[in-house]
């Protein structure tokens, strides 16, 4: 079964619950089959898969909450503010691993999975814009704002850790 | 692997980012726009030199290109978090396995054909996932030195254009010698080098500059390396353009943002002294 290991676990991380994330996988396999035809042969087929999946997570019930909740501007067209932090704040090892996986956690989903889709699965910006609909210069921008609201949090509770 | 890249990441290395703040966003708010697509590969070639230029010259920006890439690994190995239960893979191959096959002998056949397709497609993704993982972890793994001895203020700890003492001064220090190329009559020069770590084990690195591009040769140990040498002739790592190959037992690896053709001369160069 193609990305089968890895479709796993970007689905726990979309829905945050390992049943559901199941369920996620298995519906996408069931659509992949069911709609193989309509995949062109030469296209990205990673992309094509994934994107069933996050579709079928969107319009799932887990899905339309963590979406909906959503208040974050996430494309304005507001400059960033140039990053305060200072590299040694940041010093992310792997040992913080587990501080990493909770500040993805709070992360909102479209933050998550960007950064999942560039960092973990190691998809081109091209590949992102594909599986997520969404056009390049987009991909780039909100890439850049997780990435900092990630900064961001990361030092919050490494802060709060003390 | 870690290990030897924090060894070549010394704190001093960034303290001038907290000093220069203010200069920072003064002056290189055009260049910080462009670090993330340049650390993620996707800054066209041209683009991609002239940033690396930058990085050169700039050490706030080195430094921040630096923590940058370390978040990167960092969500990279965070994110790599859960792992399905054999029972649901078992469930969901019994699933997409064609059902009644006999009877719909139609819809039957098309499903097999899909799945056997996907199987396929899987399969072959699968091993040339692994493998170019593999691969671009390692070379990952020098890119992140090669940055971090452009981002050093020490950046090689023999200091010397003479191959004749750059070689013996790794004697000892190393479990292998190698020869060092003669570079007369070429754009190259030899800066120097100093020890270098990957999985734990010693190797050289050695720094060549051609105009005002560096270039990093390193070599180990075909045993230090977990999967050997770079099976294939390694490319580019995240917009480095990257050579590798092997010799006598010895991984050579060479990573710059030169242009392919000065890195290939070196090659040549280096490859006839081996």
Redesign the interface.
Same mark, same amino acid.
């Given at each position: 079964m193609p990305h089968f290991e890895r479709l796993y676990n970007f689905a726990c991380w979309l829905t945050q619950d390992r049943h559901e994330a199941e369920d996620l996988v298995q519906e996408t396999y069931a659509k992949a089959l069911k709609g193989f035809s309509s995949f062109q042969p030469g296209t990205n087929f990673r992309a094509w898969i994934y994107k069933i999946l996050r579709n079928t997570f969107l319009t799932s019930r887990t899905g339309l909450k963590a979406t909906s909740n959503v208040p974050l501007d996430l494309e304005g067209d507001d400059v960033l503010p140039p990053a305060k932090e200072t590299p040694e704040s940041i010093l992310l090892q792997r040992s913080d691993s587990q501080l990493v996986q909770q500040a993805l956690e709070r992360l909102p989903v479209a933050y998550r999975e960007v950064l999942l889709l560039c960092e973990v699965e190691e998809m081109s910006y091209q590949e992102i814009s594909t599986t997520l609909a969404i056009p390049m210069g987009t991909v780039m921008s909100r890439l850049s704002r997780a990435r900092r609201a990630l900064r961001t949090l990361v030092q919050e509770m490494q802060g709060s850790r003390g | 692997m870690?290990r030897a890249g924090?060894q070549q990441v010394p704190?001093r290395a960034? !303290?001038p980012?907290?000093n220069d703040?203010e200069v920072r966003?003064m002056v290189c708010?055009n260049w910080?726009d462009k670090l993330? #697509?340049y650390l993620?590969g996707?800054l066209p070639p041209a683009e991609a030199r002239a940033v690396g230029e930058h990085l050169r010259s700039c050490g706030a920006c080195a430094?921040?290109s630096?923590?940058?890439v370390?978040?990167?690994?960092?969500?990279?190995?965070?994110?790599?978090?859960?792992?399905?239960?054999p029972a649901? !893979?078992a469930?969901?191959?019994k699933?997409?396995a064609p059902r009644r096959a006999s009877r719909w002998k139609v819809v039957w056949f098309? #499903?097999l054909a899909?799945?056997m397709?996907?199987?396929i497609?899987?399969a072959i993704?699968?091993h040339l996932n692994r493998e170019r993982?593999g691969e671009?972890q390692l070379l990952s793994e020098l890119a992140d030195l090669h940055v971090a001895t452009l981002a050093s203020s020490n950046p090689v700890d023999v200091v010397s254009t003479d191959r004749h003492t750059v070689k013996p001064w790794f004697a000892g220090k190393i479990p292998f010698t190698f020869n060092l190329p003669e570079l007369q009559d070429s754009p190259f020069t030899l800066v120097g080098g100093k020890v270098s770590y990957l999985n734990q084990s010693p190797g050289a690195e050695l720094i060549f500059r051609v105009r005002q591009h560096q270039i990093s040769v390193f070599i180990f140990q075909e045993q230090a390396l977990a999967n050997g040498c770079a099976r294939k002739n390694a490319q580019s790592a995240r917009s480095f353009s990257a050579r590798s190959w092997s010799h006598n037992g010895l991984c050579y690896f060479m990573i710059s943002d030169v242009a392919a053709q000065d890195l290939d001369k070196l090659r040549e160069l280096v490859k006839r002294a081996g």
């Amino acid at each position: 079964m193609p990305h089968f290991e890895r479709l796993y676990n970007f689905a726990c991380w979309l829905t945050q619950d390992r049943h559901e994330a199941e369920d996620l996988v298995q519906e996408t396999y069931a659509k992949a089959l069911k709609g193989f035809s309509s995949f062109q042969p030469g296209t990205n087929f990673r992309a094509w898969i994934y994107k069933i999946l996050r579709n079928t997570f969107l319009t799932s019930r887990t899905g339309l909450k963590a979406t909906s909740n959503v208040p974050l501007d996430l494309e304005g067209d507001d400059v960033l503010p140039p990053a305060k932090e200072t590299p040694e704040s940041i010093l992310l090892q792997r040992s913080d691993s587990q501080l990493v996986q909770q500040a993805l956690e709070r992360l909102p989903v479209a933050y998550r999975e960007v950064l999942l889709l560039c960092e973990v699965e190691e998809m081109s910006y091209q590949e992102i814009s594909t599986t997520l609909a969404i056009p390049m210069g987009t991909v780039m921008s909100r890439l850049s704002r997780a990435r900092r609201a990630l900064r961001t949090l990361v030092q919050e509770m490494q802060g709060s850790r003390g | 692997m870690d290990r030897a890249g924090e060894q070549q990441v010394p704190h001093r290395a960034w !303290r001038p980012v907290r000093n220069d703040n203010e200069v920072r966003t003064m002056v290189c708010e055009n260049w910080a726009d462009k670090l993330d #697509a340049y650390l993620d590969g996707e800054l066209p070639p041209a683009e991609a030199r002239a940033v690396g230029e930058h990085l050169r010259s700039c050490g706030a920006c080195a430094a921040e290109s630096l923590s940058r890439v370390q978040q990167k690994r960092a969500v990279q190995a965070a994110g790599q978090r859960f792992t399905p239960d054999p029972a649901f !893979r078992a469930r969901i191959q019994k699933s997409i396995a064609p059902r009644r096959a006999s009877r719909w002998k139609v819809v039957w056949f098309p #499903a097999l054909a899909g799945a056997m397709a996907l199987v396929i497609v899987g399969a072959i993704s699968l091993h040339l996932n692994r493998e170019r993982r593999g691969e671009q972890q390692l070379l990952s793994e020098l890119a992140d030195l090669h940055v971090a001895t452009l981002a050093s203020s020490n950046p090689v700890d023999v200091v010397s254009t003479d191959r004749h003492t750059v070689k013996p001064w790794f004697a000892g220090k190393i479990p292998f010698t190698f020869n060092l190329p003669e570079l007369q009559d070429s754009p190259f020069t030899l800066v120097g080098g100093k020890v270098s770590y990957l999985n734990q084990s010693p190797g050289a690195e050695l720094i060549f500059r051609v105009r005002q591009h560096q270039i990093s040769v390193f070599i180990f140990q075909e045993q230090a390396l977990a999967n050997g040498c770079a099976r294939k002739n390694a490319q580019s790592a995240r917009s480095f353009s990257a050579r590798s190959w092997s010799h006598n037992g010895l991984c050579y690896f060479m990573i710059s943002d030169v242009a392919a053709q000065d890195l290939d001369k070196l090659r040549e160069l280096v490859k006839r002294a081996g």
